[in-house]
Nanobody, 124 residues
Framework: QVQLIESGGGLVQAGGSLRLSCAAS????????MAWFRQAPGKERDLVAA????????SYADSVKGRFTISRDNAKNTLYLQMDSLKPEDTAVYYC?????????????????WGQGTQVTVSS
């Protein structure tokens, strides 16, 4: 099993920045691919960004390209999401996810492990 714990969410004004972290523990060899998803009230959970263990391959939702950066520190078993130029439409619960298969996917069904989520609220 893999345990994922997110942190770093909060309230920020539009145009501001936040950095989310996701600490992984347990069978961390099962975290070949990791991702951030988000879910706004009444909406589906959608991919924000994903990254492979090597860090050499990443994928972003079109809505966050150029504003968000995903990264990971394998020595610390930690995933990050740097969010800049935040907009009110970025308001959501952000979830960390991991899968053992080493390729990127934008589908929630492909990820075996999930964190509890952290709330990000962007005020206008």
């Amino acid at each position: 099993q893999v345990q994922l714990i997110e942190s770093g969410g909060g309230l920020v004004q539009a145009g501001g920045s936040l950095r989310l972290s996701c600490a992984a523990s347990g069978r961390t060899f099962s975290t070949s691919a990791m991702a951030w998803f988000r879910q706004a009230p009444g909406k589906e959970r959608d991919l924000v960004a994903a990254i492979l263990r090597s860090g050499g391959s990443t994928s972003y939702a079109d809505s966050v390209k150029g504003r968000f950066t995903i990264s990971r520190d394998n020595a610390k078993n930690t995933l990050y999401l740097q969010m800049d130029s935040l907009k009110p439409e970025d308001t959501a619960v952000y979830y960390c996810a991991a899968r053992q298969v080493s390729w990127l996917s934008r589908f929630t069904r492909d990820y075996s492990y999930w964190g509890q989520g952290t709330q990000v609220t962007v005020s206008s």
